[in-house]
């Protein structure tokens, strides 16, 4: 535990030392957003997980992100796939980031 | 330490489908499983069969844990607050783990 004080040295305020895995921890049974490698994203609620990023998650949402170049005008044509799954299993090697989902969502 | 295989042995006989890092996806019974997540499916089914012919004959598979993107699951087969124990236990025997071995470090260093 590390004690952290304020200005003064009467504060008692005590904070666990909180791991990165602690943090996601925390968003068990919330949704979160998950980046995954191959320019996928992930919505859906948190269900469980371990030290290898592997991860149940419920009432998914799969965002698949390409980009298309045109021939002739050399514009990049931004698409996106989604797919709806509604429990799905996620092996860890694959996860990049996990978070609150983003308020666009 | 092994919530994912314990989660995956409840699964057994279950229909669900592998999709691979190479996009395959297999529909098939879940036969076992292993402490790797390596998949032993039956009544393999490819998805959108057209675009892979040469897994036509294929009935049964064994998939290693490590190309294994997702697995989509019965949702109806997972029982969620299980799922949520789970996780709390085996993250804190992961502190407690954490804990100890670094305990173990100091002790030497004397």
Same mark, same amino acid.
């Given at each position: 535990r590390i004690r952290r004080g304020g200005m003064g040295s009467k504060s008692k305020v005590t904070t666990a030392i909180e791991e990165p895995l602690g943090l996601i921890r925390l968003s068990l049974d919330e949704r979160v957003y998950v980046k995954l490698r191959g320019d996928r994203e992930l919505r859906g609620k948190l269900h469980a997980f371990d030290q290898h990023m592997n991860m149940v998650l419920g009432d998914v949402e799969e965002t698949l992100t390409t980009v298309e170049v045109d021939e002739e005008t050399y514009e990049e044509i931004i698409k996106t796939t989604k797919r709806q799954i509604e429990m799905l299993f996620v092996r860890g090697?694959?996860?990049?980031l996990v978070a609150p989902p983003l308020r666009t969502s | 330490m092994a919530i994912f295989y314990s989660f995956f042995k409840t699964l057994i006989g279950k229909e669900i489908v592998v999709e691979l890092k190479n996009d395959l996806q297999l529909q098939g019974t879940l036969h076992s499983v292993d402490q790797y997540l390596n998949i032993k499916l039956t009544n393999v089914r490819v998805v959108h069969r057209e675009r892979y012919p040469h897994m036509n004959s294929v009935r049964n598979c064994f998939v290693r844990?490590? %190309? %294994?993107r997702y697995v989509q699951l019965p949702a109806a087969d997972v029982d969620v607050d299980v799922l949520h124990d789970a996780t709390r236990v085996e993250a804190r025997a992961l502190k407690a783990a954490a804990a100890a071995g670094t305990l173990a470090v100091r002790v030497r260093w004397r």
């Open positions: 090697d694959g996860v990049i | 844990g490590s %190309v %294994v």
